[in-house]
T-cell receptor
């Protein structure tokens, strides 16, 4: 498809487990962002990639969160030792950078029991 | 870092009336201000944006105004329709949008038919 694709759409896990969330951006978009959205809140910035490198990871809440984009396209957000407070919708967005417009995926809903 | 405040949190209007949503930002270096619309269970989508070199921008029934001195910007929707019902988020960024967006907490707009 032509849009940003995120998998899985839903993930239920137990406290302490490891999860990976995948994002496939729009072809040709060099910028890729991860946001987290809790119920009733605006998206909260986590990390931004320009190409393969993390240009800004200041939004990652702690060292349990890590993200990679090894080939400058698909990105994976990795969460270690999940906690109940990590439950949220994780949104990925890509951008052609020249306009600044973010194209969001449908999100991955993470529930930590 | 940037802080964006948005109000009201909820807004109910009659079909055909106008709706106004207001945001303030803290970082005087911010120069890109987009507005995103998020329908229930859907991804956020850009509806209009404004850059700091202009004070107002219109697109059909939607307009955005920016007051850089006061550090606030507003979304105006005229002749509201039921399909305008959604959550609206304002956001701010530096570097013309080539940096991460900081989002407001959202306004739930309900247009009563």
């Amino acid at each position: 498809g032509a849009g940003v694709s995120q998998t899985p759409s839903n993930k239920v896990t137990e406290k302490g487990k490891y999860v990976e969330l995948r994002c496939d951006p729009i072809s040709g978009h060099t910028a890729l962002y991860w946001y987290r959205q809790s119920l009733g809140q605006g998206p909260e910035f986590l990390i931004y990639f320009q190409g393969t490198g993390a240009a800004d990871d200041s939004g990652l809440p702690n060292d349990r969160f890590f993200a990679v984009r090894p080939e400058g396209s698909v990105s994976t957000l990795k969460i270690q030792r999940t906690e109940r407070g990590d439950s949220a919708v994780y949104l990925c967005a890509s951008s052609p950078i020249t306009t600044g417009e973010l194209f969001f995926g449908e999100g991955s809903r993470l529930t930590v029991l | 870092g940037e802080n964006v405040e948005q109000h009201p949190s909820t807004l109910s209007v009659q079909e055909g009336d106008s709706a106004v949503i207001k945001c303030t930002y803290s970082d005087s270096a911010s120069n890109y201000f987009p507005w995103y619309k998020q329908e229930l269970g859907k991804r956020p989508q850009l509806i209009i944006d404004i850059r700091s070199n202009v004070g107002e921008k219109k697109d059909q029934r939607i307009a955005v105004t920016l007051n850089k001195t006061a550090k606030h910007f507003s979304l105006h929707i005229t002749e509201t329709q039921p399909e305008d019902s959604a959550v609206y988020f304002c956001a701010a960024s530096t570097a013309g949008g080539r940096r991460a967006l900081t989002f407001g907490s959202g306004t739930r707009l309900q247009v009563q038919p």
